[in-house]
């Protein structure tokens, strides 16, 4: 199980960009996070992280490795290893549902579910917050019934710890949390209810709480008011299809087409949700998983790696589903033939559609990493003290990313959350961040901070036409795949330039 997982998210990186490539932003925010913290500075007080720690802690070994073999070399190791978090947690799925009193069968098939589903696939595939926050999710949920099972306050307590290490990744694992300690709610359950309470209170103390002491407004405000102020995006249609894995296929289908077909799954979808749910195990995944889909589809901002925030819940749906009807079947004597022939049909048919979205999924035209002029570009920094970027993947591509950190010098971690946080405080300006003064003057002094610029990102950040004007009168010291390079340290027009006064540059145009 963990090989089927594995291939299918390291193929996808090694079909299009590679392992050197540039992973999009995100990524690149979270791991410089990461080295950020190893360099002493904490997130929300010193800069901003729009999330909760888990994911800049979890990495915080991978940029102190960064830190002796180079950045780039520490980011494709924590590359790997979130490849192999997301195969873990196609293993866990197994583990689970054998845990739920499955058959082995029907637990096999949720793992593939997981592992192979095109939602888990593209966003395991790179750093990002869904597969830590699924793996903690599942590890709750092994405990949990571990717990049913033995009845013992130590395997609660661990299913507290679970669930609230997931909310510490993301806020929208808050809401699984808020669901599991509603069910222990239940008189069959509630003798456990504080063991899981102290668990998850433990764990969101351990975890978020020191960083709260040290700014608990800007924590507040970066982690809550900016996630839920963000602008909706994503129409439903286009949510259902994403979380269906129907845009995989690009089949180009007329809207009263992709309508029906988007029926039809959720038909599927409501059939595995009943069969699963008339087992008790099964009763609590598929209140997961309608929960967890209520956020996916309500939530403001929307990508199609959101997905998999949903992967866990509907594995282990299906699982079940299979499960209950391989019960079934067995206890039927007269009809035996006939479940079991449909069960094995089910089962096939979930494998080979798992199969076919993960194949095209893979084997998909857009790159999931774009390459990166790295060592084309490694020779215009020689000499740089502080190098400033629109873009943290630029800085771990160019391995400059911790010696700008043991230097002092600045860096915003996240300017797209940066400009976030700033939105509340905008007055209505027309245009929005292109045309609003303070924030082009606090991104005009970041950029030139530094004696280098590397340009990447520009385009998602609001660059007003003042600061275009500003950023094209700087050298350039290079201009190559999409970054450019400037030199942003010139020497006063009235100095006399001395022999070997300026850095070494190589122009590359």
């Known amino acids: 199980m963990l090989l089927a997982a594995f291939v299918p998210r390291l193929g996808l990186v090694l079909h299009s960009g590679g ?122 949920l092994l405990a949990y019934f571990t717990a049913s099972r033995t009845g013992g306050r130590t395997a609660a307590m661990l299913c507290g710890m679970g669930f609230g290490a997931a909310a510490c990744v993301k806020i929208w694992w808050v809401v699984p949390l808020v669901v599991m300690l509603a ?19 433990v764990t969101l103390l351990a ?18 008011l900016d996630q839920l102020g963000r602008a909706r995006a994503g129409t439903l249609g286009l949510r259902l299809s994403s979380m269906s894995g129907l845009n995989a296929f690009a089949l180009g289908l007329s809207r009263s087409a992709t309508l029906a077909v988007l029926a039809s799954i959720a038909l599927v979808f409501l059939i ?21 889909l209520v956020v996916l589809i309500a939530g403001p901002p929307w990508f199609a790696f959101y997905a998999d925030y949903a992967a866990p819940g509907l594995a282990l749906s299906i699982a079940a589903a299979i499960g209950y009807r391989l019960r079934a079947a067995r206890k039927s004597e ?25 194949a095209a999924d893979i084997l998909r035209t857009r790159p999931a990493v774009a390459p990166f002029p790295s060592q084309a570009l490694a020779s215009t920094l020689l000499g740089a003290r502080c190098v400033a970027s629109d873009s943290p993947m630029a800085l771990i591509e160019l391995n400059v990313l911790s010696s700008d950190l043991s230097r002092g010098c600045a860096n ?6 940066k400009s976030y946080e700033d939105a509340r405080s905008w007055h209505g300006a027309p245009g929005g961040r292109t045309n609003d003064l303070i924030w082009q003057r606090d991104l005009r002094r970041y950029l030139l901070s530094g004696d280098t610029l590397v340009l990447y990102h520009s385009h998602i950040f609001g660059f007003g036409a003042p600061l275009h004007h500003l950023l094209h009168q700087q050298d350039q010291l290079a201009r190559l795949g999409g970054v450019a390079v400037l030199d942003t340290d010139p020497l006063p027009p009235a100095a006399p330039v001395a022999s070997g006064s300026r850095r070494p540059r190589s122009a590359l145009r």
């Open 412 to 417: 915003w971690v996240d300017i797209l959350g």
């Open 272 to 292: 595995i949700a009943v069969l699963a749910a008339r087992t008790p195990a099964g009763r609590l995944v598929v209140t997961l998983l309608l929960a967890q």
């Open 183 to 201: 069910w222990h709610l239940c008189s069959t359950r509630r003798a456990r209810l504080s063991a899981v309470v102290v668990g998850a209170a």
């Open 334 to 358: 007269t009809r035996h033939s006939v479940a079991m022939l449909a069960t094995i049909t089910a089962t096939v048919a979930a494998v080979a559609v798992t199969l076919l979205v993960g």
């Open 19 to 140: 392992l050197g490539g540039v992973y999009g932003y995100d990524a690149g925010v979270y791991y410089t996070a990461a080295d950020a913290i190893a360099h002493g500075r904490l997130p929300y007080r010193d800069f901003v992280l729009v999330h909760p720690p888990g994911i800049a802690l979890a990495l915080t070994p991978f940029a102190a490795l960064g830190q002796v073999i180079g950045d780039h070399a520490g980011f494709m190791t924590a590359t790997v290893a979130w490849m192999l978090l997301g195969s873990v947690n196609a293993v866990l799925v197994v583990r689970v549902a054998e845990r739920m009193g499955l058959d082995r069968r029907a637990s096999v098939v949720g793992g593939l579910c997981y592992a192979l589903w095109m939602g888990s696939v593209n966003s395991e595939f790179l750093i990002r917050l869904e597969p830590l926050g699924n793996f903690f999710m599942l590890a709750g």
């Open 207 to 224: 975890i978020d709480g020191p960083f709260f002491l040290a700014a608990p407004r800007q924590m507040w405000s970066m982690i809550v």
